[in-house]
């Protein structure tokens, strides 16, 4: 089941936010903590961490797209453990 890359709280719930750029590719294999995506504020530049370790299954937000707090960026697909 994939799990969301989310704009964490910030702060700010009213505040607009822009998607600058994404730091890993669809595909990719990240590790939790990685820098994922990178958002725009007045003057702040914020990135997001992927909360789990898998590959970057879909972005939900391109380049320049505005979003605020709780706003679903992109998907991963979470690394299968094996029992």
């Not at 595909?27 to 992927?50: K, N, Y």
């Not at 879909?58 to 960026?73: A, D, H, I, M, W």
């Amino acid at each position: 089941m994939t799990t969301p890359i989310v704009v964490p709280p910030m702060g700010c719930p009213n505040q607009d936010l822009t998607v600058s750029l994404w730091l890993a590719r669809v595909g990719e294999q990240v590790i939790a903590g990685d820098r994922v995506v990178e958002l725009l504020m007045p003057g702040i530049i914020f990135d997001v961490e992927s909360s789990c370790s898998g590959t970057i299954a879909s972005y939900e937000c391109q380049p320049g797209t505005k979003v605020r707090e709780g706003n679903v960026l992109g998907w991963i697909e979470p690394e299968q453990i094996d029992s």
